[in-house]
C-alpha cells in the first residue's frame, strides 16, 4: 500500500484587528486543505478589537497568548512576544510559520521560527512607503519579515516588484490581498440578508436622514500628539456643515481615545463611537458618502465598495488606488483635510467619477492562490481587471428605518 503523504504543518500567528480579518478567510481555506495540518495562535497584542473578529467569523485558536497592556510601548510588547511565542513553536514544531503584514507580532512571529530556522511565509508582503519611518515602526517590520520570509506572498504586481527590486531570497506569488476575501464574504452576507441589514441599521440610529456620512477613523502612532490635535481641529470644522454628519469609531489605544473625546466629545454632529465589529463595520462603509482614514485596510476595502477615500498620511505604501483614482493623500493639515473633503461633498460628478474607479486589490481568490502556492501547486496569479462600471446602489447600499441603539463614546 502507498503510504500516505505527510501534511505540511502550519502555524498561522496574529494578534490585532486588522491581521485577523485578513487572515480569517486564509485560515478557514487552510482548514478546507485536505494536505495541511492548520494551527492558529493568537498573540493577544489586541484584546477586545481582535476578539470580534474571532466572534464573527468564528475562528477558534489552538493557542492564546496574553500580552497587551494598557499603553504598551513597542519594547515591552516585543518582550512579551518573544517569551510567550517560543514555548508554541516548541510545543507545535510546524512546517511552516505564516505571518502577516507588518505589527509587531507579525515581526516577532517571523524573526522566532527565523531563531529556530522554521521557514516563514510572509502574507501581504512587498509593501513599501520608502521611509522607514512611516509608517512607524511598521515599515521596517514588513521589510525585515520579508527578508527573512521564504514566501513572499504580494497582494498586488507593484508589490512584488519591490521585493524583486530587493533581490530577497523568497519565492514571490502575486496573490491579491486577502482583505477582499474577506470583505466578499462580509459584504455578500449583508446582500442577501435583509434582516441582517435591518439589525445593523439600527446600532446607527442616531443617524440624521438626509445628511451624507463622512466616516473616520485614525489611528497610527506617527499621527499620535499633534497631527490628531489636527485631525480634531479638522473634524470641528466639517462638523458645521449642516449635510454633513460624522461617525467616528474610535480605536482603543489611549493616544488616539483620550484627545479625540477631549476634542471632538461635545459636538452634536459628530458620533464616536466604540470599535465596531467586522460586519457593522462593512455596514458602516456601505453607508458612507466618503471615508477619511490613516488605516491600511480601509483604503484596500473602500475601492471595493465604491467610497472614495481620503487618507491622513503624508505617504502610502498602497499606491495603486491612488493611481486608479479612489484614495487620496491628505496628510494630517486641517485646511487640506477640510478642502479635500468639502471637494467631495460638494462636486458630485467627481464623487461618481471616483465611486466608479477599478479595485486594485484582489478579487476574491487570494487564500485559495496561497493554499495553492503553499501545496506546490501552480499558481493562477492575480491580475487586476480593467474598470468596471459600478452598477445603481442596491437597497443594500441603503439604510433601513426606522433605527436604534448604539454603543456610544457620548
Ligand atoms: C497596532 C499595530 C498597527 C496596526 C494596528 C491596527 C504595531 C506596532 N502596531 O497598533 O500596525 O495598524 O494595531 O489597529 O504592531 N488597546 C485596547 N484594546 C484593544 C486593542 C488595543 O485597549 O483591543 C489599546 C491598549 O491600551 C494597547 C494600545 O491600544 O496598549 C495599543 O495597542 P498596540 O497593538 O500596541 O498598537 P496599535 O496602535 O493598536
Ligand atoms: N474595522 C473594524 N471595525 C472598526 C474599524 C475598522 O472592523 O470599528 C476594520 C476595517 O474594516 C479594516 C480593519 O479593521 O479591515 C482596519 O484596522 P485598523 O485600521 O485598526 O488597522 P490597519 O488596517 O491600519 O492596520
Redesign the pocket.
Known amino acids: 500500500m502507498a503510504r500516505a503523504h505527510p501534511r505540511l504543518k502550519v502555524l498561522s500567528i496574529f494578534g ?3 491581521e485577523a480579518i485578513k487572515m480569517a478567510p486564509l485560515v478557514k481555506a487552510l482548514a478546507a486543505e485536505p494536505g495541511i495540518d492548520s494551527h492558529i495562535c493568537i498573540t493577544g ?7 470580534q473578529v474571532l466572534d464573527m467569523f468564528e475562528l477558534k485558536a489552538d493557542y492564546t497568548l496574553d500580552v ?5 510601548t ?1 519594547n515591552t ?1 516585543t518582550a512579551a512576544l518573544y517569551a510567550a511565542i517560543d514555548p508554541v513553536l516548541e510545543q507545535v514544531q510546524p512546517d511552516k510559520v505564516l505571518v502577516h ?6 515581526l516577532v512571529a517571523a524573526m522566532s521560527a527565523f531563531h529556530r530556522r522554521i521557514p516563514v511565509a510572509h502574507i501581504e508582503a512587498g509593501l513599501r512607503t520608502g521611509d522607514i519611518h512611516q ?1 512607524w ?2 515599515e521596517m ?1 514588513r521589510r525585515n519579515i520579508d527578508l527573512i520570509s521564504d514566501h513572499l506572498f504580494t497582494p498586488t504586481e507593484a508589490s512584488r516588484r519591490n521585493v524583486l527590486g530587493e533581490r530577497l531570497q523568497g519565492k514571490s506569488f502575486v496573490t491579491g490581498n486577502t482583505v477582499i476575501d474577506a470583505l466578499q464574504m462580509t459584504a455578500e452576507r449583508i446582500d442577501r440578508n435583509r434582516q441582517l441589514r435591518v439589525a445593523l441599521d439600527r446600532q446607527f440610529n442616531f443617524l440624521v436622514p438626509g445628511r451624507k456620512v463622512l466616516l473616520v477613523t485614525g ?3 506617527e499621527n499620535f500628539g499633534e497631527g490628531f490635535l489636527d485631525i480634531c481641529k479638522a473634524l470641528r470644522t466639517l462638523a458645521r456643515r449642516d449635510d454633513v454628519q460624522i461617525v467616528y469609531p474610535v ?6 481615545l483620550g484627545p479625540v473625546t477631549e476634542h471632538l466629545g461635545d459636538l452634536p454632529n459628530v458620533h464616536l463611537i466604540k ?1 465596531l465589529d467586522y460586519l457593522s463595520f462593512v455596514r458602516l462603509m456601505q453607508l458612507a458618502h466618503v471615508i477619511l482614514t490613516d ?2 485596510g480601509v483604503q484596500e476595502e473602500a475601492p471595493s465598495l465604491g467610497k472614495p477615500v481620503l487618507v491622513m498620511r503624508d505617504v502610502t505604501e498602497r499606491p495603486e488606488a491612488v493611481t486608479a483614482g479612489t484614495v487620496r493623500l491628505v496628510g494630517t493639515d486641517p485646511d487640506t483635510i477640510v478642502r479635500g473633503v468639502c471637494e467631495l461633498f460638494d462636486d458630485d460628478a467627481l464623487w461618481r467619477r471616483i465611486s466608479q474607479a477599478a479595485n486594485p486589490y484582489g478579487d476574491g481568490k487570494a487564500c485559495s492562490r496561497i493554499v495553492d502556492a503553499l501545496m506546490g501547486r501552480p499558481v493562477d496569479e492575480f491580475v487586476v481587471e480593467p474598470p468596471a462600471r459600478r452598477p445603481a446602489p442596491t437597497e443594500a447600499q441603503r439604510p433601513a428605518a426606522p433605527l436604534r441603539s448604539v454603543s456610544r463614546l457620548h
Request: avoid cysteine.
Open positions: 490585532t484587528r486588522p497584542q489586541h484584546q477586545t478589537m481582535l476578539q497587551m497592556t494598557p499603553g504598551q513597542l510588547l503584514g507588518d505589527t509587531t507580532s507579525a509608517p515602526p511598521e517590520n489611528h497610527r502612532r480605536h482603543l489605544n489611549p493616544n488616539v470599535p488605516s491600511g
